[in-house]
């Protein structure tokens, strides 16, 4: 998955494409539909959560596309930058962060979780045993005596472990990850695991087929990430306030008065009118997206 997604200069987040957007592209995103839109919502929500207005905030943005911005001012991490964040008031956003670093399939074998591999000879998948410390880090939030047998599990210890190095950096403010984020329980719904891939606008959940048809690199490859170890790990480094809820739930209970004032004051035909629907649609991305947030004052 490293090598597909990140090798120079083949890996799909290396190469120069585009990937995110409607016409020629491979997914879309909150934040491809209307940024302008996104900031302010992230501005009402940064405000309520620090007391400071986006003219005082120090802004940090991670990930972000080559060429991309959602706030004038802001710091932009991007691929194979050293991420270094030092305020005393943050706002740190990061879009679909998780769900593109590299993951692994564990599957339930008697109770033990076993690690999903590829032979590259043949391309075809094998098991072997986890190490014991993470078969210690899974089965604590994820017992594997729990789950059927053959159940599947995508999850990355390179993802929260970077979180939770950001979390431990000397800044206090609020930060605000979006991403396709599920219960514990919500998995429970996905024998066979979260892991799909993308090309032009196409979904598919045999990663390896994919691989075989399209060629390394020339498609994403994401996962769900399990909410609960974030937001352990938030707590445990310092934040006075930690929660993962759906997108319509967030801009509802954090972006009032832009929200508010957007729905009042704004015509039927108005950009950021229908934007704003289709972000809160508990049919669409309102609930397909989930906004993780850990406050630290």
């Not at 016409?23 to 934040?31: H, L, M, V, Y």
């Not at 691929?79 to 962060?97: C, K, Q, T, V, W």
């Not at 970077?162 to 984020?181: N, Q, S």
Request: aromatic share 14%; proline share 5%; net charge negative.
């Amino acid at each position: 998955m490293r090598e597909c997604l990140y090798s120079v200069p083949y890996g799909y987040y290396v190469k120069d494409a585009k990937r995110v957007g409607r016409e020629g592209a491979d997914f879309f995103t909150s934040q491809s539909l209307n940024p302008g839109l996104l900031a302010r919502l992230l501005g009402c929500a940064a405000k309520k959560f620090t007391g400071f207005g986006v003219d005082g905030l120090d802004i940090f943005e991670i990930a972000d596309e080559p060429g991309e911005r959602l706030f004038e001012k802001s710091r932009i991490f991007r691929l194979g930058d050293d991420i270094n964040i030092e305020s005393g008031r943050a706002l740190i956003f990061a879009n679909e962060l998780p769900d593109a670093l590299p993951f692994d399939r564990f599957v339930n074998r008697s109770g033990a979780w076993k690690k999903r591999m590829i032979d590259p000879c043949g391309l075809s998948e094998t098991e072997a045993d986890l190490p014991a410390g993470e078969s210690a880090a899974l089965g604590e939030f994820f017992p594997a005596q729990s789950y059927p047998e053959g159940f599947c599990l995508d999850y990355s210890f390179e993802s929260v472990g970077l979180f939770e190095r950001i979390m431990r950096m000397p800044w206090r403010g609020v930060l605000i990850f979006a991403d396709y984020f599920r219960t514990a329980a919500e998995l429970a719904d996905f024998p066979r695991g979260t892991a799909r891939g993308y090309f032009k606008h196409s979904q598919f959940a045999d990663l390896l087929e994919g691989y075989r048809r399209l060629g390394a690199g020339n498609f994403d490859m994401t996962f769900s990430p399990p909410e609960e170890p974030f937001i352990e790990a938030a707590g445990r480094t310092g934040a006075c306030e930690a929660r993962c809820v759906s997108q319509e739930k967030f801009f509802v209970e954090n972006c009032f008065e832009a929200v508010d004032d957007i729905i009042r004051n704004e015509g039927p035909l108005s950009t950021d009118k229908r934007s704003l629907a289709e972000l809160m649609s508990p049919s669409g991305m309102g609930s397909a997206f989930k906004i993780l947030y850990a406050v630290k004052k």
